[in-house]
């Protein structure tokens, strides 16, 4: 099975609320990915938990703050969006080791207004 | 860095042809080069990968060749039908990284 799971699916908010993007996997893999993709280009990463831990930020801005409550679970705190932040957000999960087999869920769309 | 670029951008076959897709990266350490297809609304699925250690990968009608000397790495679809039609991306990961380095993207049509 290499399911990762994505809730929710579409999500709509305003510049001022506070939102989260739920990730779940269950294959036992220990580093989880956050991406972002615009319209007609590939995923651009944004994080990446290896064991929990937060071992790469690429520069997003603090309106994305990541959690990574346990191995199975990863969040994505919003508050204070610009509407150029509507895109898809897309999950991965990989066995960390020799090589990056990821696997990404179906993603959350997220619209700005 | 990892730079990777990737050709045709948008390529449209007939049914039962095939359909060949290119990439090159920059960075001779990369050492694994997944591809993902991605459907409308759906995330990127992950359909072959190769590893540096190999120069070819044959699954069922779609197939991966990989030269090092000249960084390419190449998509083939035999006998494409138009449940293929999607955007495939191929990326590049150097040795124990964490990232995928993306190519831009090919959006491929199979017409009936």
């Known amino acids: 099975d290499t399911e990762v799971t994505q809730t929710p699916k579409h999500l709509v908010m305003g510049m001022t609320n506070k939102k989260s993007l739920k990730c779940e996997q269950h294959?036992?893999?220990?580093?989880m990915y956050w991406y972002k993709q615009k319209a007609k280009k590939p995923p651009e990463l944004m994080f990446v938990?290896?064991?929990?831990?937060?071992?790469i930020n690429e520069s997003v801005p603090s309106r994305f703050s990541p959690e990574c409550p346990n191995s199975s679970l990863l969040n994505l705190h919003l508050h204070a969006l610009q509407p150029e932040d509507s895109a898809l957000y897309l999950c991965?999960?990989?066995?960390?080791?020799?090589?990056?087999?990821?696997?990404f869920g179906p993603g959350t769309r997220l619209t700005v207004t | 860095g990892e730079n990777v670029e990737q050709h045709p951008s948008t390529l449209s076959v007939q049914e039962g042809d095939s359909a060949v897709i290119k990439c090159t990266y920059s960075?001779?350490?990369?050492?694994?080069f997944p591809w993902y297809k991605q459907e409308l609304g759906k995330g990127p699925q992950l359909i072959i990968d190769?590893?540096?250690?190999?120069g070819e990968k044959k699954d069922q009608r779609i197939a991966v060749t990989l030269n090092k000397t000249a960084k390419h790495f190449s998509l083939h679809i035999t006998e494409t039908q138009p449940e293929d039609s999607a955007v495939y991306f191929c990326?590049?990961?150097?040795?124990?990284?964490?990232?995928?380095?993306f190519g831009t993207g090919t959006r491929l049509q199979v017409f009936p």
């Open positions: 991965a999960s990989s066995l960390p080791g020799l090589t990056n087999e990821q696997y």
């Open positions: 294959m036992g893999h220990r580093a």
């Open positions: 938990y290896s064991y929990e831990k937060l071992s």
């Open positions: 960075d001779s350490a990369s050492n694994y």
């Open positions: 190769i590893r540096s250690n190999v």
């Open positions: 990326a590049a990961s150097p040795f124990g990284g964490d990232k995928l380095i």
